[in-house]
């Protein structure tokens, strides 16, 4: 079946620290990818997407490359700031108007 | 803010009971989606409506039902409430088109 994995967390970075938060994919097809956001009492927001291979996402300052080859989807950011603290979900769709599958998502924690 | 709107934001009932959780997509959206959050499943997708026909069931369980109405909004109705019921609820829309679903704010339901 599809299938989405993404590290555990919880992760704790010191401000301006690189962080990468790890996901991997396992689709019958080609998917689309997603990142969603869900900052603390709040709804799950897009961050950013991809829909084919070699695609880069990007977004207040997050990105994830689509890799085919490594089933990959690795969201990136260079200077984390507290503000980004959050659960962030990884995610795939197989077509247009399909559900998504997500990820467990992994809770990021940015002290000052 | 998405554009798409949940109401009621927190619902508060007993084992037993059935609440109605109502969704109006994004304008001009013709696909509604129902997932539930919950602490030791994650995101699960429940349902998917596309111009007022179910399109594609997850993990929905029978006590649960849900519709789409001309108007395209859509209504989650769940009954005979549990304990583990208890859990975030959220509503995604998203255009005939483009893959990428758009989230609701959520409703809080606890059962107690």
């Known amino acids: 079946g599809n299938s989405v994995t993404q590290m555990e967390g919880p992760v704790t970075l010191s401000e301006e620290a690189f962080l990468t938060i790890n996901c991997t994919y396992t689709?019958?097809?080609?998917?689309?990818l997603f990142w969603y956001v869900q900052y603390p009492g709040e709804g799950l927001q897009l961050l950013l997407k991809?829909?084919?291979?070699?695609d880069k996402g990007s977004n207040k300052g997050f990105e994830a490359t689509y890799r085919k080859e490594t089933t990959s989807f690795h969201l990136e950011k260079g200077s984390v700031q507290v503000s980004d603290s959050a659960v962030y979900f990884c995610?795939?769709?197989?077509?247009?108007?399909?559900?998504?599958?997500f990820g467990k998502g992994t809770r990021l924690s940015v002290i000052a | 803010d998405s554009g798409v709107t949940q109401t009621p934001k927190h619902l508060i009932t007993a084992t037993g009971q059935r609440v109605t959780l109502r969704c109006s997509p994004r304008?001009?959206?013709?696909?509604v989606y129902w997932y539930q959050q919950s602490l030791d499943q994650g995101l699960q997708f429940l349902i998917q409506?596309?111009?007022?026909?179910?399109?594609a069931k997850g993990n929905i369980l029978e006590r649960f039902s849900a519709q789409q109405f001309p108007d395209l909004h859509s209504e989650l109705n769940l009954s005979s409430l549990e304990l583990g019921d208890s859990a975030l609820y959220f509503c995604?829309?998203?255009?005939?088109?483009?893959?990428?679903?758009?989230f609701g704010p959520g409703t809080r339901l606890t059962v107690l």
């Open positions: 304008s001009g959206d013709l696909s």
């Open positions: 995610a795939l769709t197989l077509s247009g108007n399909t559900p998504l599958v």
């Open positions: 409506y596309y111009n007022g026909e179910e399109r």
């Open positions: 995604a829309s998203s255009a005939s088109v483009p893959d990428t679903q758009y």
């Open positions: 689709a019958t097809g080609y998917p689309s």
């Open positions: 991809a829909t084919k291979a070699d």
